[in-house]
Structure formats: structure tokens, C-alpha cells
């Protein structure tokens, strides 16, 4: 492994499991350090071991951050679905030897992390408005015997001739 370039190893990880594009690795390891720097900054520049849950965080915001409203599609097509998919790949990635763990790492440490769609779409989504509140303190139907436009519907006029 160590004569071979890391390309190359994503490469035969690939070819191995193909469930996963390259570039959802690169994202991975991308992702990973996004979240130590974001960790390190919160804990006054310490820099440490980061746990399952805290890397689904950190992923999620850096997809956000990268992808925007695109992120959930983005991922999708690279065979990332569910937070156990980078579960995943963080565990292909450590019998290659690209990623260390501890030995209280487990895959199942990424399971039940987050909707996808919750997640990833939802951020994006309009978020709707009750009728009442378009115009407050003012009723939004119409005043009863006018039309819309304010005019009195000839049926209830009193022409008297």
C-alpha cells in the first residue's frame, strides 16, 4: 500500500466495492477534516479522534456548505444514500489503511444518524405561510355583497326606476 498513490487505493476500493464513486471518498476524507477543524475550533485548537456521530454532523454541514440545494443529489450519485453509506466508506477506507480507528469505532455507529431528504432537502424548502398571515389583521376574503375588484354584483344593486 504505502508504494501506491492515494488515487490508485481508490481506485482498487472501487473495483472491490462498487458501490461508491471515487469522489464520494474524496468528499469522505474532505469531509472529515472539515470536521476536525470545525471540532479543533470549538475546543480552543485541540485536535482529536472524531466519533461516528460527530462525523455525520460534520458531513452534513460541509455538504451543505459545498452543494447547497444540491447536496442530496450530488451524494445520490456518487451511492451515498444513508448515513450508513459513510459509515461505509469510512470503514472501507480503514482496511486499506487510509483512515485509522479506535478500537471503539463500529459501523453501526453511523446508523440512524439522519433523513437524507431531512436533512439535505428540507433546508431548501419553502416554508409555508398560512393564509391569515399574509396580510395580518385584515381578513383576506372578500367583503360580503362585493366581488374581489369592489364592485357590488348587479343583483344586489338597488337601481330603482
Avoid at 473495483?15 to 470549538?42: M, N, V, W
Wanted: include cysteine; hydrophobic fraction near 30%.
Amino acid at each position: 500500500m504505502a508504494n501506491q498513490g492515494f488515487d490508485e487505493v481508490l481506485e482498487s476500493m472501487v473495483a472491490r466495492d462498487p458501490r461508491y464513486h471515487c469522489d464520494a471518498y474524496h468528499f469522505l476524507r474532505e469531509g472529515l477534516d472539515y470536521t476536525q477543524q470545525s471540532i479543533s475550533k470549538q475546543e480552543e485548537g485541540q485536535v482529536r479522534h472524531v466519533s461516528g456521530q460527530e462525523l455525520l454532523g460534520g458531513l452534513r454541514a460541509y455538504a451543505l456548505e459545498q452543494y447547497g440545494p444540491m447536496a442530496f443529489f450530488v451524494l445520490g450519485e456518487w451511492g451515498i444514500h444513508r448515513c450508513e453509506d459513510f459509515g461505509e466508506l469510512v470503514f472501507n477506507m480503514v482496511e486499506v489503511q487510509l483512515l485509522a480507528k479506535t478500537a471503539e469505532d463500529r459501523r453501526e455507529d453511523f446508523a440512524g444518524g439522519y433523513d437524507f431528504k431531512e436533512a439535505f432537502c428540507k433546508p431548501f424548502q419553502p416554508v409555508a405561510v398560512k393564509p391569515s398571515s399574509l396580510h395580518p389583521g385584515r381578513s383576506n376574503t372578500p367583503a360580503r355583497g362585493k366581488s374581489k375588484r369592489g364592485h357590488t354584483p348587479k343583483s344586489e344593486s338597488s337601481d330603482k326606476n
